[in-house]
């Protein structure tokens, strides 16, 4: 199983970014998705999920409003539009999977996890 998440880099805060995770070795439609966050020093935290179907969605208060989390089954991919970004969005940025657990936000409900990718946000 790959999770690939790609899309980060430099951005001025306000501005935008779409981080993007490709899935291998899993059939998409069968896992809720996540994405999750995780600053230096900072525990990792819950940023937005998604229900098997997309029908279903579900943000952290630190990002609601802000970003939208959307999938693909067809593509295998998931997708992280975060608009009006803060340097408090800094962080890496992982996707993950679960099979069972269903909308939740603990990290240890989740399956499987990309390698992250880098979002900084400068003021």
């Known amino acids: 199983v790959q999770l690939q998440a790609s899309g980060g880099g430099l951005v001025q805060a306000g501005g935008s970014l779409r981080l993007s995770c490709a899935a291998s070795?899993?059939?998409?439609?069968?896992?809720?998705m996540g994405w999750f966050r995780q600053a230096p020093g900072k525990d990792r935290e819950f940023v937005a999920a998604?229900?098997?179907?997309?029908?279903?969605?579900y943000y952290g208060d630190s990002v609601r409003g802000r970003f939208a989390i959307s999938r693909d089954n067809a593509k295998n991919t998931v997708t992280l539009q975060m608009n009006s970004l803060k340097p408090e969005d800094t962080a890496v940025y992982y996707c993950?999977?679960?099979?069972?657990?269903?909308?939740?936000?603990?990290?240890?409900?989740?399956?499987?996890w990309g390698q992250g990718t880098l979002v900084t946000v400068s003021s």
């Open positions: 998604i229900s098997w179907r997309g029908s279903s969605t």
């Open positions: 993950s999977a679960n099979r069972a657990a269903g909308l939740v936000d603990g990290p240890d409900d989740y399956d499987y």
């Open positions: 070795g899993i059939t998409l439609s069968s896992y809720v």
